[in-house]
């Protein structure tokens, strides 16, 4: 059964994509998600902040989809077809939304910016992983650039699908963006190309993404308590630290603590202090 939160923001999904943001009353969203006003007030302070919780609700379902289907399959290359089939699927079935979104009807405030930057960490990691697994060890110096290029070619026909006259089938779509980038992957190799991206800025290292990404598990903890809530505490304090020029040590340390006390977290929060020691 979903809550109350969800509700409104599925119903807010829906009517902002038929009538747009600014023409839709709060009364509207709670006539629709069929709960009570002051219940939308009490997870939003305005339509402002609801669109960041739509921002983040959208994200964290196209991760979830895309992550679900990835460990149904052995092959890396299939599984990432499939995860692209998936992403494509949820443009065109969230087309009107997204259009809104992209043509400014909304002003971005530091929080809405913030939630781009968590995105492009998020996006820049599922391409360096899922090309890390289907091109093996040997691509190892061109997984930056090749990350990017991926990213582009998405990106790319992601603004094409969402367009008033584009009507690629999903599947097909998928099996030709694989197809072209094992042109590129596999061209940079034969023909020895020396990688163009020599460094990464600092919250695209691998200890940001890799904060990052603890950060998302523990905000999609089904039981949050306490220690889960000092934990994404500690995680945003030790990116504000990764960002530095001098990172304190002691900071990096204390905080690491407090984030391996969530269970569900030690794959990763090992993997950081692996890299960071």
Not at 36 to 63: D, M, R
Not at 121 to 129: D, L, M, P
Not at 147 to 155: D, K, M, Q, Y
Not at 162 to 173: H, K, P, Q, S, Y
Request: hydrophobic share 40%; with cysteine; net charge negative.
């Amino acid at each position: 059964m979903k809550d109350k939160k969800t509700e409104i923001i599925e119903a807010s999904i829906e009517l902002f994509a038929k009538k747009g943001f600014h023409t839709t009353s709060v009364q509207e969203i709670v006539n629709k998600a069929n709960v009570a006003k002051g219940s939308f007030y009490t997870y939003f302070q305005s339509k402002n902040e609801l669109i960041f919780s739509i921002y983040t609700y959208y994200s964290n379902l196209t991760q979830n989809k895309m992550d679900q289907v990835k460990e149904r399959f052995d092959d890396p290359r299939e599984a990432f077809k499939k995860q692209l089939e998936i992403f494509f699927e949820l443009l065109k079935s969230n087309k009107s939304l997204i259009v809104m979104l992209m043509q400014g009807q909304i002003s971005i405030d530091k929080d809405i910016e913030s939630l781009i930057q968590q995105s492009k960490q998020r996006n820049f990691n599922w391409a360096k992983e899922n090309l890390a697994a289907i091109y093996g060890d040997d691509f190892q110096p061109y997984l930056n650039d090749a990350a990017i290029l991926l990213n582009g070619i998405v990106n790319g026909y992601a603004s094409w699908l969402i367009g008033d006259n584009a009507n690629f089938e999903t599947d097909r779509l998928a099996a030709f963006t694989v197809r072209r980038l094992d042109d590129v992957c596999y061209g940079m190799q034969q023909q020895n190309e020396e990688p163009m991206i020599q460094e990464l800025p600092d919250y695209l290292q691998e200890r940001s993404l890799i904060a990052q990404e603890i950060e998302w598990k523990l905000s999609n903890e089904v039981e949050s308590n306490e220690t889960t809530e000092r934990a994404i505490e500690a995680i945003q304090v030790l990116q504000e630290e990764f960002q530095k020029e001098h990172p304190q040590s002691v900071v990096i340390q204390s905080m690491l603590q407090l984030v391996e006390e969530v269970e569900s977290t030690r794959v990763e929060t090992n993997r950081l202090r692996r890299l960071i020691e």
